[in-house]
């Protein structure tokens, strides 16, 4: 067994190693359009700094730790640092050294991180929160507190970062109670009914405001860079989303362009996008089979099962916000403790 642990500790920091250096150099060799957010959170040109908001909070964060005023290699060098010391805090997985697909997962993830953290990002904001949430989880505190406030953080994350993590810490505890109903397909019933709470919740705020979800997220940031270089892996509905049959076909084809993203392998002469629909497509096959073992333990008690909800809401979400396959992978890197605890969640109980 010790074996195994050194080996999973010497793969563990050969990969950190490899994304170090991706951190660093990545300013100098990634496209331009890795970097279209970054002159915003560092020279806040209409002086939006503040703490309400994922713009406002990231340019006040850069200022007031001085990263700012830091080359982007060194910026890259340190965030990079601080989230792969995160994962090692969380564990480090047993037979990490073996060449499986849960674990080719992981080793891509290590480099993927690295290309969107190579800058000033939100992402990095968001997965030092959230791995606040994996750390709670791992105390050994009375079970129903610790999701209780789990869930409370979440919301609170929604309310000064990113709004749609509300909808997260609502949806979360319906899939639950999902869950618990005696369905012959929990997998697909998970899904199912979670993406049509998704589009009541979205069709009910159109009805209140005047405007879909979609349409103030996706369809509004589309708008802004329609035919710019942003727009390679662009989603689009097709149908429009002004009526709530639209807005139902869209959040349906958004979930799916970016959660099973084979619409996407038109780009098959763009690397960069086959790489990110191969990672996608890798961990939605995971994590559904981590899911299945984690259902057959039932639900009481089940802390992999809740931050599988989590997850899984965060997923169907992203289905009405998300522009273009670029940003969801950018994304999900900003729950990636999530991911990482409930992958190996066994190794690290």
Known sequence: MKSFI???????FTLFLLGLI?????????????????AVLIEDKHNEIGLIGSYPFTIWFYHITG????????????????????????????????????????????????????????????FLYLSIIVFILQKNIIFYKKIIFCLLLVFFFGIFFRP????????????????KVKLNNKKTAIFFYGLLVTIMMS??????????MSQSSREYINNIRDGGKATNSVIVSPVDTNKWYGETVGIMYGFFSVNLPLNSFKHIFKPQ???????????????????????????????????????FSYFMIQGVFEPDLGSAIRHKMGVFPLIYFILYYDSFR
């Open 22 to 38: 991706v951190s660093i150099l990545g300013v100098f060799i990634l496209p331009e359009r890795f970097f279209y957010d970054t």
């Open 203 to 212: 069709l009910s705020y159109g009805f209140l405001k005047g405007e879909f």
């Open 164 to 179: 749609y993590f509300i909808l997260v810490a609502v949806l979360t505890p319906i899939l639950f109670l999902i869950n």
């Open 6 to 12: 050194n080996k999973s500790k010497l793969i563990f």
């Open 67 to 126: 990263l700012k005023n830091l080359h982007f290699a060194i910026i890259g060098a340190l965030q990079y640092s601080v989230v792969i010391y995160i994962l090692y805090k969380i564990g480090i997985p047993k037979r990490f050294q073996i060449v499986n697909v849960k674990n080719v997962l992981v080793y891509l993830s290590f480099i993927i991180l690295a290309v969107f953290l190579c800058m000033p990002s939100k992402e990095f904001i968001n």
């Open 273 to 311: 996008i086959i790489m990110f629909i191969f990672w996608q497509l890798l961990m939605l096959l995971i994590l559904l089979i981590r899911y299945d073992k984690t259902l057959k333990k039932g639900t009481y008690k089940n802390t992999s099962l809740w931050v599988f909800n989590m997850v």
